[in-house]
């Protein structure tokens, strides 16, 4: 048998995963994949997020919240796509318990992309907006730039 006969299953299954995980796809020809960092030299903290966009090809692509511990937080993520002016609209699917019963929140993002950095501009859960305009409700302050880390 050559090895001809395996080339094209071996395509045909990578169409069928690109085709499964559009949103994994997404991400990485957005170039949001990997580590960000308000400052990528310095340690996690309170002033310091971390976030990481995983995109793996066989599944689900996940937004994971890290602090100097670790990850703190992690939420599925779908329905990425591209808006005009840098913007990326995604949501973001968190399932907790909460006395004892499994609940599910999502969280609808518009962000800004620009090179290799980028900020919250929306977060929407419902009617319910926690950051619009790129400000925060709680606080009235600005959403900070998060860099890339590591490439």
Do not use: H
């Amino acid at each position: 048998m050559s090895g001809a006969g395996l080339a094209i299953p071996a395509a045909v299954l990578a169409v069928i995963l690109a085709a499964a995980n559009p949103d994994s796809a997404a991400l990485t020809r957005l170039g949001l994949e990997g580590d960000w960092a308000v400052d990528c030299q310095k340690p996690l903290g309170p002033d310091n997020p971390g976030v990481t966009f995983a995109a793996p090809a066989d599944q689900p692509p996940q937004y994971i919240e890290s602090g100097p511990q670790g990850p703190v937080g992690s939420a599925s993520v779908g329905d990425v796509r591209v808006l005009p002016d840098g913007q990326i609209s995604l949501s973001l699917t968190i399932t907790e318990n909460m006395n004892g019963q499994p609940a599910t929140i999502v969280v609808n993002n518009v962000l800004i992309k620009d090179g290799n950095r980028f900020r919250f501009l929306e977060v929407k859960t419902g009617d319910r907006a926690s950051v619009s305009g790129g400000i925060k409700k709680a606080n009235g302050e600005a959403t900070k730039w998060l860099q890339k880390c590591g490439g």
